[in-house]
């Protein structure tokens, strides 16, 4: 006992002074208002933060879930704007309606601008009912069509591709043509087979004419960016300006159209109009 | 009776808090330079413990004036806290005060025994370490930096002068 005492005389001290700080601080905290006041202040301030962190962490965490569910909330809004075109009578993204097409909201892993043909690839394959052949959209513009179909995957022929062809039509002159891409501006696209004796603005929207059964009809695609007749020609070349910055698309939706398996083949074995 | 450090570190307890609590404490009371020039002489206490005396008495007997600075002053926990630090501090600065030939055994830290230089140098580290933590306390935040260095340099620079003028005059052996 007497060893234990001397031992700790000895080598107590640092033990002994974080004792006696400690219970100074208790009695400072506990008995003197403005140090009490300080205390709390800054210990509410230092748990405050520190919930304020935690939470922005669980915020960037969830955020991929947030937008895969705003996405497919975005499908579900967008598909009642497709059912219900009265609603919006000055909507320029339909003009009528075809109520057996449906959207598969869909993630773009991969995407390219820059080569004469360019391709994308898109998280959603045959597991959610993707296949060949079907239309795939952004909010404002007009993406691609799926080519290849894996399980979970999908390669999307871009509209920038030599082989793209979209079937067009001008909302106000009230023409179609067909869209394809002459491989120089990610942005603009070429518009084809517009007569002269048509009455052309610039601005004039462009919407797909539902010609082919990939797109529906009325899906807004750009706008006419500036036209001219070539000499000699009969028809007019139109550039059409891409509503959506192809270059930057994160989101797009995949159409569905249920029964038009029959239009679909047919096409595809009669013409190479999408 | 004073060659005993035991006895004469007790004298001075009650003596030098009672002088703290008293007179010093009170002068300028309620004005507003005094906050900056406060006179703290019971540090003292604590600065002429014998050498020897194990850390753990030397911190215990620095809590027990701390406390009863504080409970007089209504300051719960504030000269308590500055002096325990001071205390742990002191047996940091006597080892690297150390003389080449070492303490005698049953020495004090005194000018008498160690020369007015070392003396004078040992009790303003000492010194300088309790208003610095003191007025820290005191504050309780950092936000006042400024005010804080400015209380100590001004409340250390009174206080060592009181330091001299008690060596002078009574020239402590033990």
């Known amino acids: 006992m007497q060893d234990l005492l001397a031992f700790f005389l000895r080598f107590g001290g640092v033990f002994t002074f974080v004792v006696l700080e400690a219970i100074c601080a208790l009695l400072i905290v506990r008995y003197n208002d403005s140090q009490r ?28 879930d947030v937008a895969d569910s705003l996405a497919a909330e975005n499908a579900r809004l967008r598909l009642q704007i497709l059912l219900q075109p009265e609603a919006l009578p000055d909507s320029v993204l339909v003009d009528r309606v075809d109520s057996s097409y449906s959207l598969i909201p869909t993630r773009i892993v991969r995407n390219s601008v820059a080569l004469a043909n360019n391709t994308l690839t898109i998280d959603r394959g045959s597991a959610q009912d993707v296949k060949p052949r079907q239309g795939v959209i952004s909010s404002r513009s007009l993406i691609g069509v799926t080519r290849s179909v894996g399980t979970q995957y999908s390669e999307v022929l871009s509209l920038l591709h030599s082989e793209s062809r979209v079937s067009a039509s001008l909302v106000n002159a009230g023409y179609y043509g067909l869209l394809r891409w002459e491989g120089i501006e990610p942005r603009k696209m070429a518009l084809k087979e517009i007569p002269r004796h048509a009455k052309l603005t610039v601005g004039d929207s462009v919407v797909t004419s539902g010609y082919s059964a990939i797109f529906p009809e009325g899906i807004n695609i750009g706008r006419v960016d500036t036209f001219w007749l070539e000499p000699g020609s009969d028809f007019y070349e139109v550039r059409v300006a891409l509503s959506h910055d192809p270059a930057n698309l994160d989101y797009g939706y995949i159409v569905v159209r249920q029964p038009a398996a029959e239009r679909v083949l047919f096409e595809e074995q009669t013409s190479n109009v999408q | 009776m004073f060659n005993n ?26 004005e507003e330079w005094a906050r900056y020039f406060q006179v703290i002489l019971y540090p003292l206490v604590i600065i002429l413990l014998p050498i020897n005396l194990p850390s753990v008495i030397v911190l215990l007997i620095s809590f027990a004036l701390g406390m009863s600075i504080d409970i007089p002053l209504g300051m719960l926990g504030i000269h308590s806290s500055a002096l325990v630090l001071m205390g742990f501090a002191r047996g940091l600065v006597l080892a690297i005060l150390e003389p080449r030939e070492g303490y005698q055994v049953d020495s004090s830290p005194t000018k008498a025994a160690f020369g007015f230089r070392w003396f004078i140098s040992y009790s303003a580290i000492l010194l300088a370490i309790h208003c610095f933590t003191l007025f820290a306390v005191e504050a309780f935040t950092f936000v006042y930096i400024g005010e804080i260095l400015l209380r100590t340099l001004g409340s250390f620079s009174v206080s060592m002068i009181m330091v001299f003028l008690y060596v002078l005059i009574f020239n402590p052996k033990t």
Request: net charge positive; aromatic share 10%; hydrophobic share 50%.
């Open chain 1, 37 to 64: 006041a300080i205390w709390l202040h800054s210990g509410n301030r230092i748990t405050g933060s520190i919930a304020g962190k935690v939470d922005e962490w669980t915020d960037f965490v969830s955020l991929r």
């Open chain 2, 5 to 30: 450090p035991y006895i004469s570190s007790a004298i001075r307890f009650v003596v030098l808090v009672a002088v703290q609590l008293l007179v010093l404490s009170r002068i300028g009371a309620g």
